[in-house]
């Protein structure tokens, strides 16, 4: 019982112990979530702050800082990305966050140059390096480097002499050392030159934009510090920046001064222990309108006009000074508002503002009154100034007058009344300028409108066209009285090709539809110069035709095609004699024939037959050559040199190798030199010649080749659509076969096996990555399928290069050829061609599908079969109804194992492809699949196990 009691008393100690460590877990998430949500709504509060002085206008002097702001933001968020901060991190504040949440890790005041030191103020102290250069006239140039001590002391070269130097600028050092040398040296020379400068330690604290301890370099000044960590925060002052130093001294600095005048003199050098303090800002007022720098100024002791106006430059020259219009608050009691005339009132400036005033410099009236403006038809057109009395007749004179198409019967006068709205008056300026007593005078404001004549008359489309045989065609200006001759000389006149008997003009109609067609005889008009002429209207189109669009011209060439070096068309004029043609031709071939045929044109000769036959006149070429033919050409005709076959422009060789007394090239006698003449050149054969191997390649592919091989391809692309179509008509059937021999139902509509079927999705995606399983039957036969991989229909073979060539190894019988010269065994040779006269071999060579390709010793009287034996026997995959021998001779023929082998014959046994009769084991076939799919049901069930 007691023991029970124990475990029920430590069991509540347990958990009273667990909800107490929820409950503080829960305290502290509801504590830092409370943080959280009082930093967001500070955060939200200062960004709202800081908009309302972004928005429109900037606090000003916060842009001077802008550069090391941005420099500080992006060192900072680069720092919180990559986890950078430790302990050695000088912690600051950037707007908005607290210090304890940003870190730093580099240099802050790494733009602080210490190689520009002004040397009249800089002050020498302890750790300072200076190098010393002195030279004399019997001592060379030599450099030292002086350190200054801890005493302020350094130590003279030379002399050994000790001089304390701190608190002397580098001029007042340089003179005492050179009085020490001088006591050593005769007439010594220095220089003195600051080569290590020493670290001093400052802070700087109150409302500045990165507040801390820093080590600067002690050339280090108030403006540099202060630029480098960003200036001020939104709420500092830039007009009291305290220096606190040593002695319980004080100095107060305006940044103002340096923003605003360029004034540097208070920009003093730091000193060890200083502490530059931003006290918060106080008077800060807004100043806006017609002002050189709107915006908000931070006001000193003088929180007046006078001051902000000086922050801000002064007003501009369109300000209204007559109404300075000011938002002020008395403080601590009430809001006023107050215009201030600082055109009467002298003491304006003494006016007090405070912080959050606003101070409005408006604009004068931007809408000039006393004008009055006259537009149209005059010289000068614009505003003109408006005084007492001013007529009409008087700004018309100052805009230089009316203008020659002027539109006198109507004048528009634009009056502005009272309410804004304009008033239309007309006026008759003929009338008004024809009666000299009477005058119109204007009122401010008025607008004068004199509008041209084209302006309210219509005077139509001004401009005539002109296209065709001329220098420059295209759309003129048509003046009054133009004529259509006109019209051409400004158009460059007619081209030489132009047709002046035939000028069309296009007459066009007022509404813009198409006038009548005028034909007019250019040529007869300026044979004529006392015709009369054809005016031209507005829009109209002239058009003069070339010679060639209205008569058909032939090419002026004639031709010449066949035997001779240059066959093409040539240009010709009248006539040309025969002779001069071939010339430039540039003659005759070798080849050419006894006659030349010249197919006369018809399109230069009256033909006393109808149709379209040519007369074909016949010339000597001989005579030809030696000009006794009177024979011309003219336009159209064409020449024809026909050419002799029996011209053999080179020599044509052929070549022998092998077992010949004199294997070479050799040149062909002529074009009908046969086989066994070659063999005799050659010196005849040699005794072990092998006269049935002998072979001849003819690689010259004869004439019409080109033709025959266009259309063994298009044979081949139509054969190719055909195997197409039955590859795919056999793959339904063999799948349909398939199908039913493994048990799937066919009329279902589903593309997958029946063992995808049974075990769904899973399966799919192993047979889609081509796994497969493999299940040993009771006669340990095994079986492996891949369902991927089952083709059931080859598809056709697609011939290469070897098969669509024929071989050019030509069938030859040198025997035939020697026994009986002239023969059709003693073929003709062409060029190129290639005897190969091989010696006697010995031996059989067995390839392809046996047991081991061998080379046999041939035997007089055997067959295939018997050196099949020899080689080990045809293989399980030979195909021995496909066998071939190739001859000695290069001659393939098909055979069997009685097929008898002569000397150097080879015989090549092919393989075949192994089908499965997949009627005779679908009875197997169903087992594997129902062990497929058990073993696929396991493999499914262990893969659920595993997740």
């Given at each position: 019982?007691?023991?029970?009691?124990s475990?029920?008393f430590?069991?509540?100690?347990?958990?009273?112990?667990?909800?107490?460590?929820?409950?503080?877990?829960?305290?502290?998430?509801?504590?830092?979530?409370?943080?959280?949500?009082?930093?967001?709504?500070?955060?939200?509060?200062?960004?709202?702050y800081?908009?309302?002085?972004?928005d429109?206008?900037?606090?000003?002097?916060?842009?001077?800082?802008?550069?090391?702001?941005?420099?500080?933001?992006?060192?900072?968020?680069f720092?919180?990305?990559?986890?950078?901060?430790?302990?050695?991190?000088?912690?600051?504040?950037?707007?908005?966050?607290?210090?304890?949440?940003?870190?730093?890790?580099f240099?802050?005041?790494?733009?602080?140059?210490?190689?520009?030191?002004?040397?009249?103020?800089?002050?020498?102290?302890?750790?300072?390096?200076?190098?010393?250069?002195?030279?004399?006239?019997?001592?060379?140039?030599?450099?030292?480097?002086?350190?200054?001590?801890?005493?302020?002391?350094?130590n003279?070269?030379?002399?050994?002499?000790?001089?304390?130097?701190?608190?002397?600028?580098?001029?007042?050092?340089?003179?005492?050392?050179?009085?020490?040398?001088?006591?050593?040296?005769?007439?010594?020379?220095?220089?003195?030159?600051?080569?290590?400068?020493?670290?001093?330690h400052?802070?700087?604290?109150?409302?500045?934009?990165?507040?801390?301890?820093?080590?600067v370099?002690?050339?280090t000044?108030?403006?540099?510090?202060?630029?480098?960590?960003?200036?001020?925060?939104?709420?500092?002052?830039?007009?009291?920046?305290?220096?606190?130093?040593?002695?319980?001294?004080?100095?107060?600095?305006?940044?103002?001064?340096?923003?605003?005048?360029?004034?540097?003199s208070?920009?003093?050098?730091?000193?060890?222990?200083?502490?530059?303090?931003?006290?918060?800002?106080?008077?800060?007022?807004?100043?806006?309108?017609e002002?050189v720098?709107p915006?908000?100024?931070?006001?000193?002791?003088?929180?007046?006009?006078?001051?902000?106006?000086?922050?801000?430059?002064?007003?501009?020259?369109?300000a209204?000074?007559?109404?300075?219009?000011?938002?002020?608050?008395?403080?601590?009691?009430?809001?006023?508002?107050?215009?201030?005339?600082?055109?009467?009132?002298?003491?304006?400036?003494?006016?007090?503002?405070?912080?959050?005033?606003?101070?409005?410099?408006?604009?004068?009236?931007?809408?000039?009154?006393?004008?009055?403006?006259?537009?149209?038809?005059?010289?000068?057109?614009?505003?003109?100034?408006?005084?007492?009395?001013?007529?009409?007749?008087?700004?018309?004179?100052?805009?230089?007058?009316?203008?020659?198409?002027?539109?006198?019967?109507?004048?528009?006068?634009?009056?502005?009344?009272?309410d804004g709205?304009?008033?239309?008056?007309?006026?008759?300026?003929?009338?008004?300028l024809?009666?000299?007593?009477?005058?119109?005078?204007?009122?401010?404001?008025?607008?004068?409108?004199?509008?041209?004549?084209?302006?309210?008359?219509?005077?139509?489309?001004?401009?005539?066209?002109?296209?065709?045989?001329?220098?420059?065609?295209?759309?003129?200006?048509?003046?009054?009285?133009?004529?259509?001759?006109?019209?051409?000389?400004?158009?460059?006149?007619?081209?030489?090709?132009?047709?002046?008997?035939?000028?069309?003009?296009?007459?066009?109609?007022?509404?813009g539809?198409?006038?009548?067609?005028?034909?007019?005889?250019?040529?007869?008009?300026?044979?004529?110069?006392?015709?009369?002429?054809?005016?031209?209207?507005?829009?109209?189109?002239?058009?003069?035709?070339?010679?060639?669009?209205?008569?058909?011209?032939?090419?002026?060439?004639?031709?010449?095609?066949?035997?001779?070096?240059?066959?093409?068309?040539?240009?010709?004029?009248?006539?040309?004699?025969?002779?001069?043609?071939?010339?430039?031709?540039?003659?005759?071939?070798?080849?050419?024939?006894?006659?030349?045929?010249?197919?006369?044109s018809?399109?230069?000769?009256?033909?006393?037959?109808?149709?379209?036959?040519?007369?074909?006149?016949?010339?000597?070429t001989?005579?030809?050559?030696?000009?006794?033919?009177?024979?011309?050409?003219?336009?159209?005709?064409v020449?024809?040199?026909?050419k002799?076959?029996?011209?053999?422009?080179?020599p044509?060789?052929v070549?022998?190798?092998g077992?010949?007394?004199?294997?070479?090239?050799?040149?062909?006698?002529?074009?009908?030199?046969?086989?066994?003449?070659?063999?005799?050149?050659?010196?005849?054969?040699?005794?072990?010649?092998?006269?049935?191997?002998?072979?001849l390649?003819?690689?010259?592919?004869?004439?019409?080749?080109?033709?025959?091989?266009?259309?063994?391809?298009?044979?081949?692309?139509?054969?190719?659509?055909?195997?197409?179509?039955?590859?795919?008509?056999?793959?339904?059937?063999?799948?349909?076969?398939?199908?039913?021999?493994?048990?799937?139902?066919?009329?279902?509509?589903?593309?997958?096996?029946?063992?995808d079927?049974?075990?769904?999705?899973?399966?799919?995606?192993?047979?889609?990555?081509?796994?497969?399983?493999n299940?040993?039957?009771?006669?340990s036969?095994?079986?492996?399928?891949?369902?991927?991989?089952?083709?059931?229909?080859?598809?056709?073979?697609?011939?290469?290069?070897?098969?669509?060539?024929?071989?050019?190894?030509?069938?030859?019988?040198?025997?035939?050829?020697?026994?009986n010269?002239?023969?059709k065994?003693?073929?003709?040779?062409?060029?190129?061609?290639?005897?190969?006269?091989?010696?006697?071999?010995?031996?059989?060579?067995?390839?392809?599908?046996?047991?081991?390709?061998?080379?046999?010793?041939?035997?007089e009287?055997?067959n295939?079969?018997?050196?099949?034996?020899?080689?080990?026997?045809?293989?399980?995959?030979?195909?021995?109804?496909?066998?071939?021998?190739?001859?000695s001779?290069?001659?393939?023929?098909?055979?069997?194992?009685?097929?008898?082998?002569?000397?150097?014959?080879?015989?090549?046994?092919?393989?075949?492809v192994?089908?499965?009769?997949?009627?005779?084991?679908?009875?197997?076939?169903?087992?594997f699949?129902?062990?497929?799919?058990?073993?696929?049901?396991?493999?499914?069930?262990?893969?659920?196990?595993?997740?």
């Amino acid at each position: 019982m007691l023991k029970k009691n124990s475990f029920i008393f430590y069991l509540v100690i347990f958990f009273t112990a667990m909800a107490s460590l929820a409950n503080a877990g829960i305290e502290q998430a509801y504590s830092e979530k409370s943080k959280q949500s009082k930093k967001n709504k500070k955060t939200k509060k200062l960004k709202e702050y800081n908009k309302k002085f972004n928005d429109e206008y900037t606090i000003f002097g916060m842009d001077y800082f802008q550069l090391p702001r941005e420099k500080i933001n992006s060192r900072v968020k680069f720092n919180k990305k990559n986890k950078k901060a430790t302990k050695k991190n000088v912690p600051f504040t950037v707007e908005g966050e607290s210090a304890e949440n940003n870190t730093v890790d580099f240099n802050i005041l790494e733009g602080l140059s210490d190689k520009v030191i002004n040397s009249d103020r800089y002050l020498l102290g302890v750790n300072d390096t200076i190098l010393l250069k002195y030279w004399s006239e019997t001592e060379p140039p030599t450099e030292t480097k002086l350190k200054v001590d801890y005493k302020g002391s350094v130590n003279i070269p030379i002399t050994g002499k000790v001089l304390t130097v701190r608190g002397m600028n580098l001029q007042q050092a340089e003179r005492s050392i050179k009085q020490e040398l001088s006591q050593a040296l005769n007439r010594p020379e220095i220089t003195l030159t600051l080569s290590e400068i020493r670290s001093i330690h400052v802070t700087i604290m109150g409302e500045s934009y990165l507040p801390g301890n820093y080590d600067v370099p002690s050339t280090t000044t108030l403006y540099n510090l202060l630029y480098a960590t960003g200036g001020v925060n939104i709420n500092g002052t830039l007009r009291d920046i305290h220096i606190k130093r040593t002695g319980n001294d004080t100095i107060h600095f305006d940044f103002y001064k340096f923003l605003i005048e360029g004034d540097c003199s208070q920009d003093i050098p730091l000193n060890p222990g200083d502490i530059i303090y931003i006290p918060p800002c106080k008077n800060r007022v807004l100043i806006k309108g017609e002002v050189v720098r709107p915006g908000f100024f931070e006001l000193g002791e003088n929180n007046n006009i006078k001051e902000l106006l000086w922050c801000c430059r002064g007003i501009k020259s369109t300000a209204n000074a007559n109404n300075i219009h000011i938002e002020s608050v008395v403080p601590y009691k009430e809001r006023t508002v107050k215009d201030i005339d600082i055109t009467k009132d002298r003491d304006y400036g003494l006016y007090p503002v405070y912080d959050n005033d606003t101070v409005e410099v408006r604009s004068v009236h931007k809408k000039v009154m006393n004008q009055v403006s006259i537009e149209g038809a005059v010289k000068i057109p614009g505003k003109y100034e408006f005084t007492e009395g001013i007529t009409l007749e008087d700004i018309i004179n100052r805009a230089g007058g009316l203008l020659e198409d002027a539109y006198l019967d109507r004048c528009e006068l634009i009056h502005k009344n009272k309410d804004g709205s304009e008033a239309l008056e007309i006026v008759d300026l003929r009338k008004l300028l024809a009666d000299k007593g009477k005058h119109k005078v204007l009122n401010p404001l008025d607008s004068v409108l004199i509008y041209k004549q084209k302006d309210l008359k219509w005077q139509g489309e001004r401009f005539v066209k002109i296209t065709g045989a001329v220098k420059k065609p295209g759309t003129y200006y048509r003046p009054d009285n133009m004529t259509l001759e006109d019209l051409v000389n400004r158009a460059g006149g007619v081209l030489p090709e132009g047709y002046l008997r035939n000028v069309f003009l296009q007459r066009y109609n007022q509404d813009g539809t198409f006038g009548e067609l005028v034909r007019c005889n250019l040529e007869q008009v300026q044979k004529s110069k006392g015709s009369k002429h054809t005016l031209l209207r507005d829009r109209d189109e002239v058009n003069i035709q070339r010679l060639d669009e209205i008569q058909f011209t032939p090419e002026e060439e004639v031709s010449i095609y066949g035997a001779v070096q240059k066959p093409g068309s040539y240009p010709c004029g009248s006539i040309m004699p025969l002779q001069s043609l071939v010339q430039l031709a540039g003659g005759f071939l070798p080849e050419a024939s006894d006659e030349v045929e010249v197919a006369r044109s018809n399109y230069y000769r009256k033909l006393n037959h109808t149709g379209n036959t040519h007369k074909i006149d016949k010339y000597k070429t001989i005579d030809i050559i030696n000009g006794s033919v009177n024979c011309y050409i003219l336009k159209g005709d064409v020449v024809t040199v026909s050419k002799l076959n029996v011209i053999q422009k080179r020599p044509e060789i052929v070549y022998i190798e092998g077992r010949v007394k004199k294997p070479g090239p050799y040149p062909l006698k002529s074009n009908y030199e046969t086989l066994s003449s070659v063999i005799y050149r050659a010196g005849g054969l040699m005794n072990d010649a092998f006269l049935s191997g002998a072979r001849l390649y003819r690689s010259a592919r004869p004439e019409g080749e080109e033709f025959k091989s266009n259309v063994v391809n298009k044979i081949i692309d139509l054969y190719k659509i055909i195997q197409l179509n039955e590859y795919k008509r056999l793959t339904a059937e063999m799948q349909l076969k398939f199908y039913k021999i493994t048990g799937e139902n066919s009329n279902s509509g589903a593309s997958e096996t029946k063992a995808d079927s049974l075990i769904g999705k899973e399966l799919s995606m192993l047979k889609k990555t081509n796994k497969s399983f493999n299940k040993k039957e009771d006669n340990s036969s095994s079986y492996q399928l891949n369902l991927n991989n089952l083709n059931l229909v080859t598809p056709a073979r697609e011939f290469d290069y070897g098969n669509l060539h024929p071989s050019p190894n030509l069938n030859i019988n040198i025997s035939g050829a020697l026994r009986n010269p002239g023969s059709k065994d003693d073929i003709i040779l062409k060029n190129n061609d290639k005897i190969i006269v091989p010696e006697v071999p010995s031996s059989i060579n067995i390839i392809g599908s046996v047991v081991v390709p061998s080379t046999i010793l041939f035997k007089e009287g055997y067959n295939v079969e018997y050196y099949v034996n020899r080689s080990g026997g045809c293989c399980d995959d030979a195909n021995k109804g496909q066998i071939v021998v190739i001859r000695s001779n290069g001659v393939v023929d098909k055979a069997n194992f009685r097929t008898k082998i002569y000397l150097g014959d080879t015989i090549f046994v092919p393989n075949l492809v192994m089908p499965i009769a997949i009627e005779e084991k679908s009875e197997k076939f169903n087992k594997f699949l129902d062990n497929f799919t058990n073993l696929a049901f396991s493999f499914l069930l262990v893969r659920s196990i595993v997740k």
